[in-house]
């Protein structure tokens, strides 16, 4: 089917720790990918994306290239901080590009 | 700009009851989309729309409707409340929604808790 699927959480990280969140996506067609993120009892806010195979979306230290090959659209960063903790979501757009799949999320932990 | 807004920001019905939920988009974005999420089933679409119409409609029961207005602000209703439909529910907007480059942003939601 069309969905969205990224790695369980939580995931618990020391400050300065490298981070990864897997996402792998199914779809028709070659649809935009997103990462959103979501702070306690805040809204979504846009991370990163990309828009067609190979390219890299980044933004505050946050990094995922877009692959076609394995359909994937993993997270990375290479120090996290405290500040970073949050839900993190991974979403495709679906074909006509007027609504967004997303992932069930993955809880991200930050320790000092 | 100011970002999407949303009214109310919490609010608390009971079963059987009705309630509306208000959105106004970012300035100049003409397509309002609107998202469920719960524990249980995460981030869910519910409707798109664009020049007051619905171009696109998630998998929920007709209780749930909603509107769009010439100034693009936008409205969800849901009638005969029932528990498992407390929820965030989040609305997003971009400038037309027609392209699948387009991003949405969301604004910080409303909360429903359904007693």
């Known amino acids: 089917g069309n969905s969205v699927t990224q790695m369980e959480g939580p995931v618990t990280l020391s400050e300065e720790a490298f981070l990864t969140i897997n996402c792998t996506y199914t779809?028709?067609?070659?649809?935009?990918l997103f990462w959103y993120v979501q702070y306690p009892g805040e809204g979504l806010q846009l991370l990163l994306k990309a828009t067609k195979a190979d390219d890299k979306g980044s933004n505050k230290g946050f990094e995922a290239t877009y692959r076609k090959e394995t359909t994937s659209f993993h997270l990375e960063k290479g120090s996290v901080q405290v500040s970073d903790s949050a839900v993190y979501f991974c979403?495709?757009?679906?074909?006509?590009?007027?609504?967004?799949?997303f992932g069930k999320g993955t809880t991200l932990s930050v320790s000092s | 700009k100011a970002g999407v807004t949303q009214t109310p920001r919490y609010l608390i019905k009971t079963r059987g009851q009705q309630v509306t939920l208000s959105c106004s988009p970012i300035?100049?974005?003409?397509?309002v989309s609107w998202y469920q999420q719960t524990p249980g089933q995460g981030l869910q679409f519910l409707f798109e729309y664009f020049s007051e119409t619905q171009r696109n409609k998630g998998n929920f029961p007709g209780r749930f409707s909603g509107r769009q207005f010439s100034n693009s602000r936008s409205e969800m209703n849901v009638s005969t409340l029932e528990l498992g439909d407390s929820a965030l529910y989040l609305c997003a907007s971009s400038l037309a929604g027609d392209g699948s480059q387009e991003t949405q942003y969301f604004g910080p939601g409303t909360r429903l808790l359904v007693l």
């Open positions: 979403a495709r757009s679906n074909q006509a590009g007027t609504a967004l799949i």
């Open positions: 300035s100049g974005h003409r397509s």
């Open positions: 779809a028709t067609g070659y649809p935009s």
